[in-house]
């Protein structure tokens, strides 16, 4: 008796690991939605790359930092909205949307913050903090 309740006890967590997984592939649109947000996470620290060394440099004081509710494998999605000074003298503001930080300390991006940016120079709304 004991053999067969081990292996009614084992299909049992089985279907419980198989309902954990359905519930994960669910908040990240099943295994597509899981991909593509991979696929965008890829595409946006390619971009970042490319900003890096051919943006011209810059600073951004974080004028206002939103959370848009949005998660990514965890971490947090925000809105930034930014006062940039390039290196030329020239000031300007812009909003960096759908920035994504590690975990959901919002801390870092407090109304005040100052990072250095690379600013794409054919679009200077488009950055990334170098």
Do not use: C, W
Not at 24 to 38: K, Q, W
Not at 76 to 96: F, H, I, P, Q
């Amino acid at each position: 008796m004991g053999l067969f309740k081990k292996m009614k006890d084992a299909a049992q967590m089985g279907g419980e690991a198989k309902a954990m997984q359905d519930q994960a592939a669910a908040e990240h649109g099943g295994l597509g939605g899981a991909m593509s947000a991979r696929d965008e996470m890829i595409r946006k620290g390619q971009e970042a790359q490319r900003l890096r060394e051919t943006g011209l440099p810059g600073k951004a004081v974080i004028l206002e930092a939103r959370d848009t509710g949005e998660r990514s494998f965890g971490n947090a999605v925000l809105d930034l909205d930014l006062a940039v000074t390039m290196d030329s003298g020239e000031e300007y503001r812009t909003t960096l949307t759908g920035f994504m930080i590690a975990g959901t300390d919002m801390g870092p991006y407090a109304a005040g913050s100052e990072y250095g940016v690379r600013v794409d120079p054919a679009d200077r709304d488009t950055l990334t903090f170098a």
